[in-house]
Structure formats: C-alpha cells, structure tokens
C-alpha cells in the first residue's frame, strides 16, 4: 500500500509494572526522515530500542518489508537492514575517520602476512562513501578525536551506512551539538533519505533541527502515539503543545 | 536501495585539509621527541667523556639495554589495550629458571629449554589476561600478586645454592656470540630491503587505490633512515666484534613486533580497545581474546629478555629478574615503555618507543657512570627524565587535542 519498509503495529511493552509502551504504531518509508519526539520519559528510547533488537515488544506486530519479525537480538536486526547510532557515538578516539568507518571490518592480506590492513583499499573506500554522502571536508586521516562534534556525529552515521542498511535509526544526534554543527547533522540526514533509506532520528531540537530536517513528527506522550504531524505544515508550539498534552492538539488543523 | 546503488555524483573534490605538525607528532611521528632527546643525551655525554662514543662503550651501552628493551616491548602490547603487567620481571626471572633448571638437570638441548621458558612465559601472561578479563579484576591487582607468587615459585625452583651455573653449558653463547663481517652486511642489508620492500608494498597499494602518494616522503625518507641509522651502527661497531647477538635479537624482535602492532588488524585492534574497549566490542572485535593475547605477548617477551639476561650473566639466582618484587628490572621496564611514548591510559604509543626508552635509560646510566657521578645520583636523574618525558608527551598530546 504505502513505501513502508519498516512497520510497527500496536506495540506495548512493560518493565515490571511500569508501562513503557502501549499499543503503539509507527511507519518508516523508503526515503523519507521521520522525527519521533516527546517529553522524557515519553518512551522514545524504548521504541528505538524495539526497533533495533534490544526490547523483545510484549505484544504488538514487527513488520519489515512487509514480513513480520519474531525480534531476537540486536545484531540479527542490524543484518537484516536496520542500523542503530547511538547517542555515545561508538568512536575511537585515537583512531582515523578511515579507521573508525571500517573498526571490525577491516579489508587485510592473507593469514601469512598476519592479516595485514589494506589501508589504501580502506581508504579509497571510505573517501568515495563520504564524498556521495557530501561529507568530503571530513578529513580521513586525522585522529577523530581532534574533530568538532558534528563531524564525530556525520562519521558515526556514515559508518552505519556502511553496512547498506535500509533504515537508520539515529538516538538524539544533535543533543550536544552547536547549532551549526546540528546543520551538518541535518543535511546528513536529508542526504541519506534522497539515497532511498528511511531514517529515523530521536530529536529535542523541535524548532530548528525537526522541522527543517524532517517529513513527518511522530509525537509519543506517556508511551502512546499522541499525534502526528507533516514537517511542512506545523508550527513548533503545535508539535510542543501535542508533546505535553495540551487541548491544543486537537487543533493541530487550524 | 543502498549505497551501492547509487549513482556516483559528480562533486569537485575538495582537498584535505593538511594535519598540522603537532597532529603528526601525536600519532605516526610519536617517536621524534623522544629521538632528539635521546640524540641530545648522546651529544652531552660525548662532550663530558672521552669514552662514551667508542665502540666499547656504545657495544656495552647498547647490549645493556637489551634486557630492559625487550621486556618493555613486550609491556607495550598490554600497556595499548589498557592495562599492566606488574609481573612481567618476575615472569622472566621463572622462565630463566625454568630454562637453566632444564639444560642443567635434564640435560635437554637448549633450543627447546629457551623454547620451554618462552612458553612459560606466554602461558603465565595468558593466565593472568583471562583471569583479569573474566573475573573483572584490575591488572595491577592480579599481576602484582602473579609477580610474588612467581617469586616464590623462582625460589622454589632453584637449588639449595640458590643459583645455577651456566658457564660452559652453551646458554652462555646466546649472548656472547658476535656477528660480524659479510654475515653482518647480509644482515644489515636484507633488513633494510626487507622494510623498503614494505615501504613500497604500502606506496604501490596507494597508487593503485588512486590515492595521494609520494616516493620520496613514503620510501626514500624512511629507508634512508632506518639505513643510515643500521648501517652506521653496524660500522661502528664493526672494528670490535660486530654486531652483538642480544642486540640483533632486540632489533629484529621490535621489526617484527612494530609490523605486528601497526600494520595488522590485531594491532588496530589493540589501539580501538585501549581508548574505547566498549565501542571495540560494538564493532565486532574480541575483546577479551585480544587482551589475553597482549597479555601472553608481555609474558613471551619478559621470559625471552629473561633468559636473555642470564646467558650474559652466565646463571641464574635468587636476583634473577630483579629480585623480590621485580626491583630495579621491573621499574625500568614499565619507565622505559612510559619514557618511550606509550600512554599507561591505553590507546596511545608505539612499540619502538621501548626502543628509545631502554636506551635513555641505559645512556644515562652509562654516561653518568663515566662522569663518576654516584650511583644516587643516577636514580635522580632518571626519576627526573621519566616524569619530563610524560609531561612533553602529554603537552604535545594537548597541542593535538587543540588543534
């Protein structure tokens, strides 16, 4: 029916007695940014955590490409197509951009050499991943730890894209960024949805960096769907009055 | 639709923005302070004595830091991960026993006793990783009380005299032997084409990657360095005996231990793991296992500078490796690695960093010998030197971060 790769369908999930989630739903389709917020405590994290393997759901239907998904683990969920980037990034400091974009996966020689890096090969690979994902004024052999927020954030991104996932799910990538910094983030993410991926991005920063950035606000208020919204015909006190529950929702259309 | 998929786009490369020079003194030209301060100390001595720069001296200078410099390039694989190893002088000190108690009681051939007491080594360092890593126990804790248990077990191993002799068993020859005329310049000069056909393996896979790649930077440079400074340690030692053994075992074992540490996937492994284990393991690497290995590669090389040590002493006694506590060997193992650039917060340094460290501390041993300054006076300036290598280290470290 719709472009949906991935589906969620009334999902509830609960941590003893407290009820993270109830009867949720939330689709992502191929090329566009959708934006989940809410208040803390909203059940943000606990989806994203469903959604990429973390949570097993206690009830409710996992659809990807239009199959439904028994959730197991993390990393069958990642080889499936769905990359998680986490709000601490997962860099090494010490390491290059090259480096940290293939840690775990480097291309080497054969066992008799010692499994020697095939730096060159990384390195062509890694330069022709950031130049069609824009990202060419990141500086491939410098350490990442001499880089700004935004570019840590961009690599860590860039580095899920390696896997050719078909959706990426990003935790809060703004939360300790500089406004400009957070628009390197955004044209980031409107790029990989022009490359076909659905991505979903966990984000505070309503006013500039969701309604910019973003094709639709999903708004979730005490583990529920509490609204949602077109990015390009909402104002930020509507996606706020919606996140803390005002009456004020309702009049999302006027 | 993915990556792979896409069409490339045409976008004007921009160029990459230079790395400034405290950058490069951070990571791949880490080791250049500690060589000028090394060359300083040499330039110093050289105006204080008439003998420091003779051939004996600098034979005897060199072969002194064998021990230490072997020890503490095997400290470095632990040291990268993170962690320590407080027993590794009291490793080689067991698996020098270990090793005299076999050619001596047993009568095994010496070959396999030296094998044996490496593998003593490497086992004990495997033990001590895979207890730190599954019970979750600090390093320092668990080899400190490794290094005591194995210093009773050293006692344990020797005999009532407390020494075995190894004079005229033949172990005395490992350090004795000196290499010299063609055999020397055959192994002087496949050393330096075995690193020049490296350094161009690297260049050509750049090329062929239609990445940026200078002959002159990538090959030439290098090369001409590591074959000035062979070379001339090769003519200058020429005139006496040739090239001490202890010195051609502790330079190709930092050949084959720096390939190992930068230009292989467990190398960068052991980089990830020392600044962000937790992020290493996200990315598929086995922490565990890669720790366990630094771990028994720490053990490996104590046991061998062990035995090391006590085929130029001839014997083995209650003061092999340093004595209780690891001693005098254990604390210039760990400041020879530390002096030599590599971080004890894990992540940072490289392996020929032991190289430079034993010898400052073996050059100012010797030098302020010759000097006649006294034998306190020596531990000062040391303690000295150590604790103004970290601090160098750490500025250049913050010029980097600011950069």
């Known amino acids: ?254 | 639709m993915t990556v792979s998929d896409i069409k490339k786009q045409n976008i004007t490369a921009t160029a990459q923005p230079k790395r400034g020079l405290s950058e490069r003194l951070g990571s791949e030209l880490r080791f250049v302070p500690v060589a000028v301060g090394l060359l300083a100390l040499f330039l110093f001595f050289s105006t204080q004595s008439d003998v420091f720069l003779t051939s004996r001296n600098l034979n005897n200078l060199l072969v002194q830091s064998t021990v230490t410099g072997i020890i503490a390039l095997g400290l470095v694989f632990v040291l990268l991960v993170g962690e320590i190893d407080l027993s590794v002088a009291a490793t080689s000190g067991v698996a020098s026993v270990l090793m005299a108690q076999l050619v001596v009681e047993a009568g095994i051939p010496i070959p396999l006793a030296v094998a044996a007491g490496v593998l003593c080594g490497m086992v004990i360092g495997a033990i001590s990783g895979r207890w730190i890593t599954l019970i979750g126990v600090p390093s320092f804790v668990v080899t400190l009380g490794v290094g005591l248990l194995l210093n009773g077990v050293q006692l344990m191993l020797l005999p009532r005299t407390g020494r075995y002799n190894l004079l005229n068993t033949g172990v005395e020859k490992i350090a004795a032997t000196n290499i010299s005329g063609i055999w020397a310049w055959i192994l002087v000069i496949g050393a330096i084409a075995v690193f020049a056909l490296l350094r161009l393996s690297t260049l050509r896979a750049r090329q062929r990657a239609e990445l940026d790649a200078s002959f002159t930077w990538g090959v030439i440079l290098p090369v001409a360095l590591v074959g000035v400074v062979l070379v001339g340690i090769l003519l200058f030692l020429e005139n006496l005996h040739g090239l001490p053994m202890p010195l051609i075992i502790f330079v190709g074992l930092l050949g084959v231990m720096t390939y190992v540490a930068s230009e292989t996937r467990f190398g960068l492994s052991l980089y990830a793991i020392g600044n962000n284990a937790e992020a290493a393991r996200r990315a598929g690497i086995k922490v565990d296992r890669i720790k366990i290995t630094a771990f028994a590669i720490a053990g490996g090389m104590a046991a061998f500078g062990g035995i090391l040590a006590a085929s130029r002493l001839l014997g083995v006694s209650v003061s092999s490796g340093g004595g209780i506590g690891g001693g005098a060997l254990l604390l210039e193992s760990i400041a020879a690695a530390v002096i030599g650039g590599v971080s004890l917060f894990g992540g940072r340094g490289m392996v020929v960093g032991a190289l430079f460290g034993a010898l400052i501390i073996a050059t100012v041993s010797n030098g302020l010998n010759l000097m006649g300054v006294a034998n306190e006076a020596r531990l000062v300036v040391t303690g000295l030197l150590l604790v103004l290598a970290v601090s160098i280290d750490r500025g250049i470290e913050r010029l980097a971060e600011r950069s």
């Open chain 1, 1 to 254: 029916m719709t472009d949906a790769i991935l589906s969620l369908r009334g999902i509830s999930k609960h941590f003893g007695g407290v009820k993270a989630l109830t009867d949720v739903s939330l689709e992502l389709e191929r090329g566009k940014v959708v934006a989940l917020v809410g208040d803390n405590g909203a059940g943000k994290s606990t989806l994203v955590k469903v959604m990429s393997g973390v949570h097993r759901p206690d009830s409710g239907k996992y659809i990807f490409e239009e199959r439904e998904i028994q959730v197991s683990d993390p990393a069958a969920i990642a080889d499936m197509g769905v990359q998680t980037v986490y709000q601490d990034l997962a860099l090494c400091n010490n390491l290059d951009a090259v480096q940290n974009l293939f840690l775990g996966r480097e291309m080497t020689g054969p066992w008799w050499t010692g499994f020697r890096l095939n730096r060159a090969e990384a390195e062509r690979k890694a330069r022709d991943v950031l130049k069609r994902l824009r990202l060419d004024s990141i500086s491939l052999r410098r350490n990442v730890g001499a880089m700004s927020g935004g570019q840590r954030q961009n690599i860590a991104i860039a580095r899920s894209i390696l896997w050719e996932p078909k959706v990426v799910l990003l935790d809060e990538p703004t939360a300790a960024l500089s406004h400009s910094a957070a628009e390197q983030v955004g044209a980031l993410v409107r790029e990989l949805a022009s490359h076909g991926l659905a991505v979903l991005v966990i984000s505070h920063d309503i006013h500039h960096f969701v309604l910019e950035n973003t094709d639709r606000i999903e708004v979730l208020r005490l583990g529920r769907n509490a609204a949602s919204f077109n990015s390009k015909e909402v104002t930020g006190e509507q996606v706020v009055n919606a996140m803390v529950g005002g009456n004020e929702a309702v009049n999302m259309a006027g």
